[in-house]
């Protein structure tokens, strides 16, 4: 069992930054890939990015590739969401995710979810 709780969510204007981070309780955090996610008003929810359970492999939706940097510390149980750049089309709440199939992009494959945070970003 992991439980998940984000941080670091809240109001920007566009070409800000924001970083989010999500810690994890337990012992077995560097079992798990890590996901982000977030789900826009109205929209389903979308992968943001994903990293392996070492930390050297990254993943990241195109939509937010060259802007948004993924990194852990397995050490502190923590994985963080660096965003740069942000735009109004950011806006959403970020979820963050452990996962053991090591399918990445796909939220169903993820077994525990944080509750989220909001992000909103003004033009």
């Known amino acids: 069992q992991v439980q998940l709780v984000e941080s670091g969510g809240g109001l920007v204007q566009a070409g800000g930054s924001l970083r989010l981070s999500c810690g994890a309780s337990?012992?077995?955090?560097?079992?798990?890939?890590m996901g982000w996610f977030r789900q826009a008003p109205g929209k389903e929810r979308e992968f943001v990015a994903a990293i392996n359970r070492s930390g050297r492999s990254t993943y990241y939706a195109d939509s937010v590739k060259g802007r948004f940097t993924i990194s852990r510390d397995n050490a502190k149980n923590t994985v963080y969401l660096q965003m740069n750049s942000l735009k109004p089309e950011d806006t959403a709440v970020y979820y963050c995710?452990?996962?053991?199939?090591?399918?990445?992009?796909?939220?169903?494959?993820?077994?525990?979810w944080g509750q989220g945070t909001h992000v909103t970003v003004s033009s």
């Open positions: 337990g012992r077995t955090f560097s079992s798990y890939a």
């Open positions: 995710a452990a996962d053991l199939s090591g399918n990445y992009y796909y939220a169903h494959a993820y077994a525990y």
